[in-house]
């Protein structure tokens, strides 16, 4: 491969939560481990990997300039988006008009919450939840009903249709959180379900907010579907939420942007977000992203899916051939796996906390998965050198799930 996805960075000392973090935050953090044991960073969903050159180069290359005074985007960054949703997911029609900045995803989660509903409506939201999407519309004084996914015979999580129009109907629902792809569950969503999805939204009238902060992370041959690609009514019905920072691992930088074609829609949205002057750009972050959709940033997300891909089939085999009582579903998108972990525990007369921390005791630094409503649940991060999955797996087989 061309780009470096093997060395192992050491992120101590250097602001990384997913190392300096562990211990600093019970109840949401791990543990840190044992003496004997170094960190396995699978918590927090950023990657253990040097991102494109061409990002810190183009950082570099502005912050020599000496002023840093109040900018305006550049047309460079308006073409730059439009043509890497043109070439990776074949969007057409996309205009400038239709791109805003926004202080992350979940910022622009909280701004339209706030402008499509009052303090004590209800949001519907698939669970398994992203916890941010649970503080996030919490923290702003709205009410989370939740239709969860289920799985086929097969293992496939998909969406319950019929739930979903019921709980909307019952609540008196207007306002969807549709996450595509899916995370924590890893669903990366086809054509046809999206289509029914936005039917069952459409009949009950709701704003659509899709969060597609992951459609650049697909693996092993996926293909990920636009929710406002679906129809013309998808089109108008959806503000869309994106951003470089997982692509590219620059979540650290902050800066995201959304997709809104309706000028209803957008019109609400930007001014709810310009409400309290915090969702201003930031110039580097601006500069961060022309560097990633370069020509060099297309292709080292072709290689990172490579190794993500790799990763995700060393994992998921490891685990259901070695793990008894532990199932999961492979992820079709995202770098993260979603355990369950009912039966193992089950079995051994163990509480998911007992399991938890045994891992974080050996320096498997795993995630609690009860905060994403999955009562047995671990939710592990695999965007690390494969050397560090196959040692992740090791330990869980010496000294946790065989202890």
Request: proline share 5%; glycine share 8%.
């Amino acid at each position: 491969m061309k780009y470096d996805f093997t060395s192992i960075m050491d992120r101590h000392g250097k602001d990384a939560m997913a190392v300096d973090g562990l211990g600093r935050n019970p109840g949401f953090a791990p543990d840190p481990p044992k003496e004997g044991f170094d960190v396995i960073p699978m918590w927090v969903a950023d990657m253990n990997f040097p991102t494109v050159p061409t990002i810190p180069e183009e950082i570099i290359k502005r912050a020599q300039h000496p002023a840093f005074g109040y900018f305006q985007p550049t047309e460079e960054y308006f073409q730059s988006i439009i043509k890497w949703h043109e070439t990776r997911n074949g969007v057409t029609g996309l205009t400038k008009e239709c791109i805003g900045y926004e202080n992350g995803v979940l910022g622009g989660v909280a701004s339209t919450v706030c402008a499509f509903s009052a303090p004590g409506d209800a949001v519907l939201i698939h669970s398994p939840t992203y916890i941010g999407f649970t503080m996030s519309v919490e923290n702003i004084g709205r009410k989370i009903i939740h239709s969860p996914l289920k799985q086929d015979k097969d293992g496939i999580w998909r969406m319950d249709y019929k739930d979903m129009d019921q709980k909307l109907k019952d609540n008196k629902i207007h306002l969807a959180i549709f996450c595509n792809p899916h995370n924590p569950c890893g669903r990366v969503w086809e054509k046809w379900e999206i289509e029914k999805a936005m039917e069952v939204y459409r009949a009950n009238h709701c704003v659509v907010i899709s969060d597609e902060i992951w459609s650049d992370l697909i693996l092993n041959g996926h293909k990920h579907t636009p929710t406002q690609s679906v129809s013309e009514d998808a089109r108008n019905r959806t503000v869309a939420l994106y951003a470089p920072s997982k692509t590219f691992n620059l979540a650290g930088l902050i800066g995201s942007y959304h997709i809104i074609y309706n000028s209803y829609l957008r019109d609400r949205v930007c001014a709810q977000s310009s409400k309290a002057h915090y969702n201003d750009m930031n110039v580097l972050s601006m500069h961060a992203l022309i560097g990633a959709y370069q020509p060099e940033g297309y292709e080292w997300v072709d290689e990172l899916r490579e190794v993500l891909s790799g990763n995700v089939n060393y994992a998921y085999d490891y685990i259901t051939k070695h793990f008894d009582g532990v199932s999961l579903s492979k992820p079709e998108g995202t770098y993260m796996l979603l355990l369950d972990c009912t039966q193992w525990c089950k079995k051994h007369g163990k509480a998911i906390e007992e399991l938890e921390k045994a891992g974080w005791d050996v320096g498997v630094a795993w995630q609690d998965g009860k905060m994403f409503h999955v009562p047995y649940g671990i939710r592990m991060n695999l965007a690390l050198p494969l050397s560090r999955v196959k040692e992740a797996m090791s330990r869980l087989d010496q000294y946790v799930f065989h202890a």
